[in-house]
């Protein structure tokens, strides 16, 4: 069954440039010009990855509106930001609403295919992991891979894909350092290292929403992060 992706560009000529693109690549396509009819189909059918414009019409941040709206209704559907502006308020903003990836348009489209490619290759990781890999427990710390549920304290974290890969990395070898690198390997990110602090912001966010408390991740200056033993 073909991956099913969301476009929504306001732009017609570019959003049937792209349509025509990753259909010819074995991609479904449903393509919207604006944020209502978007959410509309969104409520209805779920896309398995949705790519998103900033600026849709006379509504500079609609898309970011639109990535909130698609997070209330599901935590693991990927979302790429796909737009013309590239400042760093923009992006780290993209992401604290739970994007996945930040892209502007003047990267190539091979580069737009591999970053959907390594999306969708961590939903496949998820379902085929080893059975004795589908349940990682840390303490409070609980992490099922086959479900995709997280829990601190018995209370469920809402993290979206790549929040939720992170957390794995760090977690599976508590104590151990993961510098930029690693986790971008383990999280199929390519990113720097601005985003990477804006996503364990993030995380950090969320757990001490349960327990404010929590200081299980640790920043080790220089090196990276790391999950306490």
Same mark, same amino acid.
């Given at each position: 069954?073909?991956?099913?992706i969301?476009l929504?560009?306001?732009?017609?000529?570019?959003?049937?440039?792209?349509?025509?693109?990753?259909?010819?690549?074995? !991609?479904?396509?449903?393509?919207?010009?604006?944020?209502?009819?978007?959410?509309?189909?969104?409520r209805l059918?779920?896309?398995?990855?949705?790519?998103i414009?900033?600026?849709?019409?006379?509504?500079?941040?609609?898309?970011?509106?639109?990535?909130? +709206?698609?997070?209330?209704?599901?935590?693991?559907?990927?979302?790429?930001?796909?737009?013309?502006?590239?400042?760093?308020?923009?992006?780290?903003?993209?992401?604290r609403?739970?994007a996945?990836? !930040?892209?502007?348009?003047?990267?190539?489209?091979?580069?737009?295919?591999?970053?959907?490619?390594?999306?969708?290759?961590?939903? +496949?990781?998820?379902?085929e992991? +080893?059975?004795?890999?589908?349940?990682?427990e840390?303490?409070?710390?609980?992490?099922?891979?086959r479900?995709?549920?997280?829990?601190?304290?018995?209370?469920?974290?809402?993290?979206?894909?790549?929040?939720?890969?992170?957390?794995?990395?760090?977690?599976?070898?508590?104590?151990?350092?993961?510098?930029?690198?690693?986790l971008?390997?383990?999280a199929?990110?390519?990113?720097?290292?601005?985003?990477?602090?804006?996503?364990?912001?993030?995380?950090?966010?969320?757990?001490?929403?349960?327990?404010?408390?929590?200081?299980?991740? +640790?920043?080790? !200056?220089?090196m990276?992060?790391?999950?306490?033993?």
């Amino acid at each position: 069954m073909s991956r099913r992706i969301a476009l929504v560009e306001d732009d017609a000529a570019l959003r049937a440039n792209y349509s025509d693109a990753l259909v010819r690549q074995g !991609y479904e396509i449903a393509a919207y010009a604006n944020r209502p009819d978007a959410i509309a189909a969104f409520r209805l059918r779920l896309p398995d990855l949705a790519i998103i414009d900033i600026g849709l019409g006379r509504d500079q941040d609609a898309g970011f509106a639109l990535c909130r +709206d698609l997070r209330a209704l599901s935590a693991t559907v990927p979302i790429i930001f796909l737009t013309a502006r590239d400042s760093e308020i923009d992006i780290v903003s993209g992401l604290r609403l739970g994007a996945d990836d !930040y892209l502007t348009k003047d990267i190539s489209f091979a580069h737009l295919l591999a970053r959907i490619a390594a999306l969708f290759r961590r939903l +496949d990781a998820m379902q085929e992991r +080893d059975s004795s890999e589908e349940v990682l427990e840390r303490g409070d710390l609980r992490v099922d891979l086959r479900r995709f549920t997280m829990y601190w304290k018995g209370a469920a974290v809402d993290l979206t894909l790549t929040e939720f890969w992170i957390v794995h990395a760090l977690a599976r070898f508590p104590g151990h350092v993961k510098d930029r690198d690693q986790l971008m390997k383990d999280a199929e990110l390519v990113v720097d290292d601005a985003t990477i602090t804006s996503h364990i912001k993030r995380i950090r966010r969320k757990f001490a929403e349960l327990d404010v408390s929590f200081d299980r991740i +640790d920043t080790v !200056y220089g090196m990276g992060y790391r999950w306490k033993a």
